[in-house]
């Protein structure tokens, strides 16, 4: 069984810049699509962005795009969510999780699976 568990969370100032890594575990990621979700409090969990088997094609939410980069090393079973210009509101808990697909992912985040725990990510001054 796939598990994932994501790393690489902490406290940035607004500005700076943070890298994610989510590991694979227990089967081989190239088999799935990827996503990356965070939730704020008191809020629902959102998709910020996706990436697909082979690395191709890579999506965005509107909110993150020309400042996030989705990537992955197969080889190493890790998919890395490169974080640039955090502002205040990128404040949240991000989480990856396995999906058969990234086309609609925004819309489909029940479907995803092998939910890793979680890490924080805080942007503050």
């Known amino acids: 069984q796939l598990q994932l568990v994501e790393s690489g969370g902490g406290l940035v100032q607004p500005g700076g810049s943070l890298r994610l890594s989510c590991a694979a575990s227990?089967?081989?990621?190239?088999?799935?699509?990827i996503g990356w979700f965070r939730q704020a409090p008191g809020k629902e969990r959102e998709g910020v962005s996706c990436?697909?088997?082979?690395?191709?094609?890579?999506y965005y939410a509107d909110s993150v795009k020309g400042r996030f980069t989705i990537s992955r090393d197969n080889a190493k079973s890790t998919v890395y969510l490169q974080m640039n210009s955090l502002k205040p509101e990128d404040t949240a808990v991000y989480y990856c999780?396995?999906?058969?697909?990234?086309?609609?992912?925004?819309?489909?985040?029940?479907?995803?699976?092998?939910w890793g725990q979680g890490t924080q990510v805080t942007v503050s001054s």
């Open positions: 990436i697909s088997w082979s690395g191709r094609p890579t």
């Open positions: 227990g089967f081989r990621l190239d088999y799935y699509h």
């Open positions: 999780a396995a999906g058969s697909s990234c086309l609609d992912y925004t819309s489909r985040i029940p479907s995803f699976t092998s």
